[in-house]
């Protein structure tokens, strides 16, 4: 979703960001609340991040391969759990073409 359902405001990255915070993406111009529906796309990203993260996680504390730099295997998933954290979110901020939302008030 780009724009507002109700009065086609385009929503910013801010107020996409903001989303990420409160877990509503509201419309600054007629306060109409959406929050993300679920959907394939989003359940896609979602494992891909989680299994890629994990398995490279894993088999880099096999093969003793650093990552990122990071050698021990308490660093590495604390590094992880941040990576985490960095992308889980950015689905909501730059894959939001294919995000459905659902309008809530
Ligand atoms: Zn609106």
């Not at 359940?43 to 003793?64: A, D, P």
């Not at 590495?76 to 941040?82: A, E, G, N, P, Y």
Request: charged share 20%.
């Amino acid at each position: 979703m780009i724009n507002c359902e109700e009065c086609n405001h385009k929503f910013t990255f801010f107020d996409r960001l903001k989303s990420i915070f409160t877990g509503k993406l509201k419309c600054k111009n007629c306060s109409s609340k959406y929050v993300p529906r679920a959907n394939f796309n989003r359940f896609l990203y979602f494992f891909l991040v989680i299994f890629l993260n994990n398995s490279y996680i894993i088999s880099s504390n096999y093969f003793n391969i650093s990552y990122f730099g990071v050698n021990s295997f308490d660093k590495k998933l604390f590094l992880s759990i941040v990576i985490f954290l960095i992308l889980l979110p950015s689905y909501d901020l730059f894959f939001y073409r294919f995000n459905h939302y659902k309008k809530v008030d």
